[in-house]
């Protein structure tokens, strides 16, 4: 019977003898134990390292088909671990040593809400039309995603796109972009609704109307010893173009940009930029002179009280005095 015994495992067959290996396995979640709708999975384990005592067959067919589930029904924020499960229950009993966790970051799941931006692009097929105003059916729409993602959203944009776009359609369904302060749009963000109804106005191009020109101060003074005799901007009014929509966010007058007269201790007639008003309203001349009457302060034991070291605004066809 020994020698029985001895013959037959010195002839044993080389797949029925167990070993000690080393096996990478694949990591998915245990079903319904991870809660979507309030948390997104950052980054994960894809795979743990577990070891086994198996046979040359054990490792060809556990090698292809075992796989592990994490639980996470305790998940919480942040970085963690959590325990998992090995598939199939033959492989769970051939493993040694402890089993590790896999290792999941997640971020909770936010959905304020945030204004709509509309924006155009392109240019109307039609010369003769310019685009008035692009109103969204709404003012606001709710954003989703993983915090850190949805804190840098500052809108949510719609572009409408004029190349496209049929005059004689009263809306346009356009597609939302959540977007940062810089114009970028912000990924694992989704907006509700995805999209939404902007009605477009239009007006015949061009319009222009005659608008009076003031001339605008910084807070500055003049330097000590010195006062603004009066003022005149020539010309005393500009032509502006555009739709009828963007004149009449102007009304009959304009200012020009802010003039510095800290450094004047004379006269001096500067050439100022208008303000701008953004796109789609132009000025001619888009510029105008300012010219500035600076005389020494009388000094009569004391300056009169109506003496002043800074320009006040005054009626753009008349002189500027002090008042």
Do not use: C
Request: aromatic share 6%.
């Amino acid at each position: 019977m020994a020698i029985s015994l001895g013959l037959f495992i010195v002839v044993l067959p080389s797949w029925m003898s167990k070993r000690n290996e080393s096996f990478r396995v694949n990591v998915t979640i245990a079903p319904g134990t991870f809660d979507a709708k309030h948390f997104y999975i950052d980054q994960q384990d894809t795979s743990i390292r577990v070891h086994a005592v198996v046979t040359d067959q054990e490792f060809e067919d556990l090698n292809s088909g075992a796989y592990a589930e994490a639980d996470l029904s305790k998940a919480v924020p942040g970085t963690n671990q959590y325990p998992v499960s090995l598939y199939p229950p033959k492989f769970r009993k051939a493993v040694t040593g402890v089993i590790p966790n896999a290792t999941f970051k997640l971020e909770a799941l936010i959905s304020p809400e945030v204004p709509v931006t509309v924006i155009s692009s392109g240019k109307l097929n039609d010369p003769m039309l310019i685009l008035d105003s692009m109103k969204p059916d709404r003012s606001k729409v709710t954003i989703e995603g993983p915090e850190s993602n949805v804190k840098r959203v500052v809108s949510a944009r719609a572009t409408l796109r004029l190349d496209i776009l049929d005059p004689h359609t009263t809306q346009q369904v356009v597609a939302l972009e959540p977007v940062d302060n810089q114009g970028q749009v912000v990924d694992r963000v989704d907006v509700h609704p995805p999209q939404m109804m902007v009605t477009p106005q239009f007006s015949l191009s061009p319009q222009q109307k005659q608008v009076f020109v003031h001339a605008s101060f910084d807070n500055h003074e003049l330097p000590p010893g010195f006062e603004v005799k009066n003022y005149f901007v020539n010309p005393p009014n500009v032509i502006a173009t555009g739709s009828s929509f963007a004149l009449s966010r102007i009304g009959t007058s304009i200012n020009t940009e802010k003039i510095d007269v800290s450094k004047l201790t004379g006269s001096q007639t500067l050439i100022v930029p208008l303000r701008s008003f953004g796109t789609g309203l132009t000025f001619s001349p888009s510029t105008v002179q300012v010219t500035i009457n600076v005389v020494p302060l009388s000094l009569n034991g004391f300056a009169p009280k109506s003496s002043s070291n800074r320009p006040t605004a005054r009626a753009p066809d008349s002189p500027g005095a002090p008042q």
